[in-house]
C-alpha cells in the first residue's frame, strides 16, 4: 500500500481518494509559519516583477497557499476513479527537482507547499495548477469559460522542463 507519495510508482494503483488522503497527511505538517515562510520567497521571488501585477501575485498566491492548504485539511468529499500514476511520479519528480534546486529555506518551504497544492489541483480536482484569475505579462489572466480553463501562457512553458504546465488540465487561451 502506498503511505506516502514518495512509494508511487509506476505500477502502483492509487485512486483520488487515496491521493487526497496521503496529500492530507503532508497538508497536516504545514503551518501558518511554513505559509508565512513561503510567502517571504514569493516576495523576494516577485522584486523584479512589473509593479502593475507585483503585489496582486504576492497576494493572491499567499492566499491561495493559505486557503487551499485548509481546503486539503478539510476535504471530505468522495472522489471516483483510479490515476495514472507514471504521469504522477512524473509530475513529483519536476516537483522534487525544483525542491533540489531551492536555494535557502524559504524556497523549500515554497515548494513543499506547491507539492501538496499542486498535486491536489492537478489529480484530485482536475483544475488548474494557477489559481483562475492569475494576471501574467501583458495582461493576460488565466480564466474560465464553462467549465473549460483558459491560460495565456501554456503553449510557451510546454518545452520548459521545470514547469509544470504540460501536466495542468488548462488548454492554450488561442486569443492570446
Same mark, same amino acid.
Given at each position: 500500500m502506498i503511505e506516502n507519495l514518495n512509494d508511487i510508482s509506476d505500477n502502483s494503483r492509487i485512486?483520488?481518494?487515496? @491521493?487526497?488522503?496521503? @496529500?492530507k497527511a503532508e497538508a497536516k505538517n504545514i503551518h501558518m509559519e511554513d505559509i508565512m515562510l513561503a510567502s517571504s520567497f514569493l516576495r523576494e521571488d516577485a522584486k523584479y516583477m512589473p509593479v502593475s501585477y507585483r503585489q496582486d501575485?504576492?497576494?493572491?498566491?499567499?492566499? #491561495?497557499f *493559505? %486557503?487551499?492548504?485548509?481546503?486539503?485539511? +478539510?476535504?471530505?468529499?468522495?472522489?471516483?476513479?483510479d490515476?495514472?500514476?507514471?504521469?504522477?511520479?512524473? *509530475?513529483?519528480?519536476?516537483? %522534487?527537482?525544483?525542491?533540489?534546486? #531551492? %536555494?535557502?529555506?524559504?524556497?523549500r518551504c515554497f515548494v513543499k507547499i506547491a507539492r501538496i497544492i499542486s498535486t491536489y489541483t492537478t489529480?484530485? @480536482? +482536475?483544475e488548474p495548477i494557477h489559481p483562475v484569475g492569475t494576471k501574467f505579462p501583458g495582461g493576460f489572466v488565466l480564466h474560465s469559460i464553462n467549465g473549460i480553463y483558459y491560460c495565456p501562457v501554456k503553449k510557451n512553458q510546454m518545452n520548459n522542463p521545470s #514547469?509544470?504546465?504540460?501536466?495542468c488540465v488548462s488548454v492554450q487561451d488561442e486569443s492570446v
Open positions: 485512486t483520488k481518494n487515496h @491521493l487526497r488522503d496521503l @496529500l501575485y504576492i497576494e493572491r498566491f499567499s492566499r #491561495a *493559505f %486557503n487551499r492548504i485548509k481546503d486539503i485539511k +478539510e476535504d471530505k468529499n468522495k472522489y471516483s476513479g490515476l495514472d500514476t507514471k504521469n504522477i511520479k512524473e *509530475f513529483l519528480k519536476v516537483i %522534487n527537482r525544483q525542491n533540489d534546486d #531551492a %536555494n535557502g529555506g524559504n524556497e489529480f484530485v @480536482l +482536475e #514547469a509544470l504546465c504540460k501536466f
